[in-house]
Each structure stands twice: as C-alpha cells, then as structure tokens.
C-alpha cells in the first residue's frame, strides 16, 4: 500500500514538473522562438511587410485591404486562423516638392486552436517618400503600436490533471500561469527604394526591423532563470519588379525574406496580370510562389474598377504533408486602390507600368 502511494506521489510530482516544462515551452515559442503573424500573400500586407510602404501606392492616392488565413484545417478540428484589415494614403503630395507623407494604420488578430492562445496587434503607421531625380525614390517609415497576447487557462489541461482515464481540467492543477493576458508597446522601422527608369520597368526592394524596443512578452510575471521574454528582433528584405512585357500582359517577380530568433521565412514567386480589354479595369491575375522545403502557392485573383480579390493555397511538401495531405493553408486578400478625385486619376503619372 504504502509503495502504491509513492509511485502516485512520484507520478504526481513528475506531472506537475511536465506540466510547467510544458507551458514554459508554449511560452518559449511564442515569445522567442516562432515568427510574427504572417502570410503568403505578404505583398498583399504592404504595412506589415515595411512600414516604410505606408504610402507608397505607385498607381493611386489610397489604398485599404482585408486578408483571412485559415491554416491546418486538415489536421486540426479547429484551425489557426489570422485576419487583417488595413488602410493607407499619401498626403500632401502638392506641398512637398518632389515628395509627399503616407499614413495608414493595421487591425491584425489571430487565433490559435480552439482560442486557447490569442493575439491581437494594432499599429499606426507613417513614412515618407522622396524622389531623387525622375527615376528614384527613398521612402523611410515607422510604426508604433499596442500589442495584446491572452491565453484561456480554462481550455488547457495538465499531466496532473489526469484522473487515470481523461484529462479533466475541473480538478485542481497546481500549475500556475499568473500573467495570462500581456499587452505591450510595440515599434517598427523601414527602408526602401524604387526605380522606374521607363513606364515598363519597376523595381523595389526595403529592408526593415521589428520589435526595436524588445518588448516583454510573457504569461508569468517573473521569467525563470536563465530564460528572456523579451521579442527578439525580426529583420526582413523584400524585392520586387513589374515588367510590362505587351500591352495586355504585366509580370511581377518578386521574393521576400524574413528572420527571427533562428527562424526563418523564404518566399519566392510571382504572379501576372492580363488586361481583359477595358483599359486594366477588368484584369485576370495567376501565379506561383513558394516557400522552399515547404510549400508551393498557386495564385489566382480577379481585378474590376480597383478592387482586387485573390486568393492562394498553400500546397505543403515538407515531411507534413504526409499528415495533412498537402492541405496547409487557404487565404484571401481584398484590396481597394483609387484616387482622391477623378481628375487626380487623370492627371497622375503612374511609378509602376500599368495598362492606362
């Protein structure tokens, strides 16, 4: 009897060290390890790609956008999913000379499982955008903003919550998470150049830096020993180019990269637009990127009077997709462009080709 009583104990006490080791481990991949909020359609996230890009709409005045990811629905009963709504526009682009100011703010929320884990980010944006000769502009920006991590306690269940059978989360649990919701300042700052020497050409690349300030992000309110909390920097470079190839055919290449804490993001790929007669009011768009090692990304979308609908699938080829099937991820990206008045649509140079 009394050797029965101690195996429990032992088995208690090893559930409770299990237990911690599991949530530190939680706390450590999503606050050291794993990368920010993201999606394929990154090019489609100009706010969250650069802030440096806030205002930098080569073919309009405004811009606003919504994007939905909704990953793993194959192998989760509830999958991740992160939203986005976003919006930017230049100003004063007649009292600067040869320059101008963009502004423009972020709304992003994700949610992890069945809600256990959450996060939602809201940023305000600015940059500005100079030309240097007819052909080159320097753009640098910055973005600032509240960022708000929670976990419901209530949704997880611990080793010594195990009653022999089932894990029920009504027993007691002496597994402590004191912090569960974590809000901290966050800031953002970019690079970025572009070059048009001619109106079939355009070429942009920037590079930009997150989490400048090293925020605390944490679901205890002292870190263990030996162990830091705050985010690690993210840096990230992108490039970019449109080429008119006829007058109903524009391609754009383009590639982007990102790196956080030893982890890292390739994407690779691009897409076209076809004019479908109506002066690129009307466009048909497709391609294919890929993230190497992971994942192949078909696009396709569709363009009517500014608004512009597309959507990817991300195809996995990593050692997951013998679980999931190749099924990864599917996402949306609704983006409106336009000008402050007509008249400005008809006078305003394009920086990029276009179809007008």
């Known amino acids: 009897m009394n050797d029965n009583r101690n195996i429990k104990s032992v088995i208690k006490n090893w559930s409770v060290r299990i237990g911690l080791m599991w ?19 990154w090019y489609n996230t100009p706010l969250v790609t650069n802030p440096a890009n806030t205002g ?9 956008g919504a994007n939905y990811r909704n990953q793993w629905s194959s192998i989760m009963s509830i999958p991740y999913k992160t939203m986005s709504i976003w919006g930017d526009a230049q100003l004063f682009r007649d009292r600067i000379e040869s ?10 929320r994700d949610v992890a499982g069945s809600g256990s884990l959450s996060s939602t980010k809201v ?11 007819v052909a080159h502009l320097l753009s640098f920006g910055v973005n600032m903003g509240w960022s708000n991590k929670r976990i419901n306690t209530s949704e997880l269940k611990f080793p010594d919550q195990f009653d022999g059978q089932f894990f029920d989360n009504t027993l007691p649990t002496s597994v402590v998470i004191d912090a569960p919701n974590n809000n901290y300042l966050d800031v953002q700052a970019g690079l970025n150049y572009a070059f048009f020497p001619n109106d079939k050409l355009y070429i942009n690349g920037g590079v930009s830096m997150w989490h400048l300030n090293r925020p605390r992000e944490s679901f205890f309110t002292t870190d263990p020993v030996g162990f830091d909390s705050r985010l690690q920097p ?8 449109s080429v008119k190839v006829s007058e109903s055919v524009i391609v754009n ?14 994407v690779i790929g691009g897409f076209a637009q076809f004019d479908l007669g109506n002066s690129g009011e009307n466009q048909f768009l497709a391609g294919i990127y890929m993230r190497p090692g992971d994942a192949f ?5 569709l363009e009517w009077k500014g608004v512009r609908l597309t959507f990817t699938y991300d195809a996995t080829t990593s050692s997951l997709s013998q ?24 006078k305003r140079q394009s920086l990029c080709p276009s179809f007008r």
């Open 23 to 41: 949530v530190l481990g939680m706390v450590c991949s999503v606050s050291a390890t794993a990368q920010d909020l993201h999606f394929s359609q």
């Open 99 to 108: 320059g101008w100011l963009g502004v423009g703010g972020v709304i992003m």
């Open 297 to 301: 990304i078909p696009l396709v979308g």
């Open 323 to 346: 679980f999931n099937n190749t099924r990864g991820a599917l996402e949306f990206a609704l983006m409106k462009r336009g000008f402050y008045s007509e008249y400005n649509g008809d």
């Open 234 to 241: 993210r840096y990230s470079a992108f490039v970019n180019a």
């Open 56 to 64: 930098f709409i080569p073919d309009a005045d405004y811009r606003i």
């Open 123 to 133: 940023y305000l944006s600015t940059a500005y955008h100079q030309m240097l000769g």
């Open 253 to 266: 290449p383009m590639g982007y990269y990102s790196r956080q804490a030893g982890a890292s993001e390739m």
